[in-house]
């Protein structure tokens, strides 16, 4: 099998392309299912040419969509969104994930019979993250998603795209990395076994690697430490149960992974600044 190119250049071509195209359609992933793989980056696709069959979560569904060029979404560090690669159909497309320390940047060139990586393909990741400008309109995307303003985060995709561009024709490039497979493999255990109180120690157990690894990987991919990362993970399985269940708290705290009651409810209180009662009230 063919790998990537590597080039900037080459990149950069369609990335302008993809900034002087009048994208009417534009759609957002912020929402992630109940179990299973997500990036845990911020992500800018463009689809340039072609069609593009995709999966992703919306009010706790899995939806499936053909998005026709030219098009582009943005999927939250939150989100889930996945490509259908037995359904895919010829497409020529850009994405960029926004990591802690580079910006990955590919474009892929589909010919609807042989997968990726080809000789067409462009693959380039930068010796540093997204510049402050870019890190800052992320924040604003969230925080306009919390208020419910997603048609803003729509109209300010392209200025997400000018910004990437930016940092990218200012990059130097930074060795290719190596497939993050054993991350994407703690991170979807973790998020798969949430109704289990593991431990640092216990994950590198499992994974055969030393717990000081273990914080590495978690530090160096989704910017957090691990204890903080499970109980994000622990207090998202928790939010489903309070909307979806007539569980009581007792019962939640022990699904969700809690010692106790009282520990699940003063941790749901610190990161959503309400009660679990209040939220499943008012949610």
């Known amino acids: 099998m063919s790998t990537f190119r590597v080039s900037l250049e080459d990149l950069l ?8 195209m009048t994208i009417p359609q534009r759609l957002l992933f912020f929402e992630s299912g109940e179990a299973g793989w997500i990036h845990y980056v911020p992500r800018l696709l ?28 943005y999927c939250a560090k939150s989100g ?32 609807g ?7 067409r393909d462009v693959y380039y990741h930068t010796s540093k993250p997204l510049s402050l400008p870019g890190v800052k309109l992320l924040e604003l995307f969230d925080a306009l998603h919390e208020a419910n303003s997603d048609e803003n985060v729509k109209q300010l995709l392209p200025l997400l795209l000018e910004l990437t561009i930016r940092d990218l024709e200012s990059s130097s490039s930074a060795p290719v990395l190596k497939v993050r497979k054993l991350w994407d493999e703690i991170n979807t255990f973790l998020r798969e076994h949430r109704e289990e109180n593991l431990s640092r120690d216990d994950i590198a157990k499992l994974f055969r690697i030393s717990p000081v690894y273990v914080s590495e990987l978690c530090r160096k991919y989704s910017n957090d430490n691990f204890s903080h990362l499970k109980l994000k993970y622990q207090l998202e399985h928790a939010r489903n149960l309070l909307l ?3 569980l009581n708290l007792e ?21 959503y600044g309400t009660t679990p009662h209040v939220f499943r009230s008012f949610g």
Request: charged share 25%; proline share 6%; aromatic share 14%.
């Open 244 to 246: 979806n269940t007539r």
């Open 13 to 20: 071509a369609f990335s302008h392309q993809a900034a002087n």
């Open 251 to 271: 019962e939640i705290a022990e699904r969700s992974g809690f010692s106790s009651a009282n520990y699940f409810i003063r941790r749901f209180k610190v990161e």
């Open 80 to 111: 889930y969104l996945l490509g259908i690669k037995d359904a895919q159909l010829p497409n020529k497309s850009l994405s960029f994930s926004f990591y802690p320390t580079y910006i990955r940047a590919m474009m892929v060139d589909y010919d």
């Open 113 to 119: 019979i042989t997968p990726p990586p080809t000789e």
């Open 46 to 73: 463009v689809i340039l040419e072609g069609q593009r069959e995709i999966r992703y979560i919306q009010e706790g569904r899995e939806l499936f969509q053909t998005i026709e060029a030219p098009a582009i979404f």
